[in-house]
């Protein structure tokens, strides 16, 4: 499907389409609590808080960049974007924000999460990590 672009002009205001610079970028947001289900069931959709700091007005939540590490490891980075448009002022006040990750439980093992938070001194990233054990149905006599 080809990409179709539609400006709309007046003899009110200027169209100006020659500007072909970005007007944001994208950029991992800091995870500083993650609500965890206690157990996992296989097949089971689940959905899992997640706070994140929003550093200023100008930052938007987009969504999440989840990386498979293994089977059932997965790195999870919470995804902003900041605009960068020069008329716009950014207040840098540090806000919590929560967001809902879906996750659907494919695998029949337990799984590990590590939820990017930050950097450290050494600018080495640090993640918050959770195990989530699956729950197998026990037999019943």
């Given amino acids: 499907m080809p990409f179709i672009l539609i400006v709309a002009c007046s003899w009110f205001t200027s169209c100006e389409v020659d ?12 995870t500083v609590e993650v609500d965890m ?7 089971e959709t689940y959905d899992i808080e997640v706070t994140y700091l929003r550093p200023n007005n100008c930052t938007f939540f987009e969504g999440f960049d989840v990386t498979d ?4 490891g997965r790195d999870v980075v919470v ?6 448009d020069e008329d716009r002022a950014c207040t840098e006040a540090v806000e919590e924000v929560v967001a809902n990750l879906r996750f659907k439980v ?17 600018d080495n ?4 990590e959770y195990t989530v054990p699956l729950v197998t149905e026990t037999p019943t006599n």
């Fill in 19 to 30: 500007d072909d610079s970005p007007n944001f970028y994208f950029t991992a947001l800091t």
């Fill in 69 to 72: 590490t293994a089977e059932t």
């Fill in 37 to 43: 289900p206690e157990s996992f069931e296989y097949g």
């Fill in 125 to 128: 990233a640090t993640y918050l």
């Fill in 79 to 84: 995804i902003g974007s900041v605009l960068t």
């Fill in 106 to 122: 494919i695998y029949k093992d337990d799984y590990t999460f590590r939820f990017y938070a930050g950097n450290d001194a050494d």
